[in-house]
Nanobody, 115 residues
Framework: QVQLVESGGGLVQAGGSLGLSCAAS????????MGWYRQTSGKQRDLVAM???????HYADFAEGRLTISRDNAKNTVYLQMNDLKPEDTAVYYC?????????WGQGTQVTVSS
């Protein structure tokens, strides 16, 4: 059973940067899709970025040009580099990996952007 552990969240000033990591307990080669969602208290989880079938990257409109998803298969890790952060980016960020018949989620990491 795959486990995902996010790290790298924290407190940052508006305009600053953070890099999030998602370490998987097994090879991520087996998964079709992998990416990041975020959730503000009282809201649904919104897609941030997704790598589809190891080839195509998709970004939410709010993420385009500021957030970058990448992966390192050798390290079983998915990354989210966040630049030019805004207070509205404040949320819990969740990593997910998916394959046919299965989807897995990490526990989330808090990102807080102050004005």
């Amino acid at each position: 059973q795959v486990q995902l552990v996010e790290s790298g969240g924290g407190l940052v000033q508006a305009g600053g940067s953070l890099g999030l990591s998602c370490a998987a307990s097994e090879s991520i080669f087996r998964f079709n899709n992998m990416g990041w969602y975020r959730q503000t208290s009282g809201k649904q989880r919104d897609l941030v970025a997704m790598i589809i079938r190891d080839t195509v990257t998709h970004y939410a409109d709010f993420a385009e040009g500021r957030l970058t998803i990448s992966r390192d298969n050798a390290k079983n890790t998915v990354y989210l580099q966040m630049n030019d952060l805004k207070p509205e980016d404040t949320a819990v960020y969740y990593c997910t990996v998916e394959r046919v018949g299965d989807a897995y989620w990490g526990q989330g990491t808090q990102v807080t952007v102050s004005s």
